[in-house]
Every structure is written in C-alpha cells, then in structure tokens.
C-alpha cells in the first residue's frame, strides 16, 4: 500500500470523521470516486489480508456494556496456542504480546459486568492460565487513529 492509493486513503483518510450517516460506505465511496460496493469489498479484501482487523466505532469505556484489559502470564512455548484460544473469543477485540513476564494481553468487551467476568472465567478454563483483569480507574482520552504515512 503506497501512500496516496485508494487503499491508503481509505484506510488513513476515515479513522476519524467516519461518516454519520445510513450508508456510511457510499458517502466514503463518493470522496474516494468509488461506489458503496467497490469500498466494501476493499475493507474485505484489507480485512482478509490481515492490513486491518475490523471497521467500527471505538466508544468510552462504561459508555456501552463493560470491558476490560486483561492479561495472562503465559509460558513461552505456549504463547502462539494460547493466543489463538484468546482470540477466538469474540468478546476479544484484539491481543497482543508484550516483552514481560505477563506477556500476552487483550481487550474484552461484554454486554455487561456479570457477561465480562463470565468471558475471563472462560478464557482462564480455557487455557489453565489465571487471567488479570486490569480495569479502568481514571479514564483518559487516546487517539487511536494513526497516520500511515
């Protein structure tokens, strides 16, 4: 992906001001001289490439339902299987690993406090592993747009 191609501007021009509207997709198509389909089956074609994990909305926390980040201390030959049961739970929104003893962390997100302990107590008898649930304190604001130039 080159910085001015469609699938860069696609990508970098709409992480904020993502369009409002009924047919989000078609007034994005309209900037970019495209059509509604021709933007969705890129975001599918960016999306099967692993260039993206999903398109959608990013809310405060406690806003809508109940999330948390959480965090598993997960021994090094186990790291690609345990990630893998992580990341089939579709309350996880991604995972990644950190160079640390507690080495494999995610977001979950539930509908509600009660669905978001159920899901670690899940994930924890899932893996054998105990998962810390690292809840937020204080909120803070961060800008989760990152320019791809």
């Known amino acids: 992906m080159t910085p001015g191609s469609l699938e860069h501007r696609l990508l970098n021009d709409f992480q904020r001001d993502f369009p409002l509207e009924p ?4 007034v994005i198509g309209q900037a970019l001289g495209l059509d509604e389909q021709d933007v969705i089956e890129r975001l599918e074609e960016l999306k099967a490439s692993g260039s993206i994990g999903r398109v959608g909305a990013a809310v405060r926390p406690g806003t809508v339902g ?38 494999l962390w995610f977001v ?24 810390m649930d690292l809840r937020l304190l204080t909120p803070f604001h961060i800008d989760l747009g990152f320019d791809l130039k």
């Open 23 to 26: 047919r989000p997709f078609a």
């Open 66 to 103: 109940a999330s948390t980040l959480a965090a598993i201390r997960v021994p090094d030959a186990r790291l690609a299987e345990v990630a893998e049961i992580v990341t089939a739970f579709p309350e996880v929104n991604h995972n990644y690993e950190r160079e640390h003893d507690v080495n």
């Open 108 to 131: 979950v997100t539930a509908p509600d406090e009660s669905a978001l302990t159920g899901v670690l107590d899940a994930i924890s008898e899932a893996t054998g592993l105990e998962v």
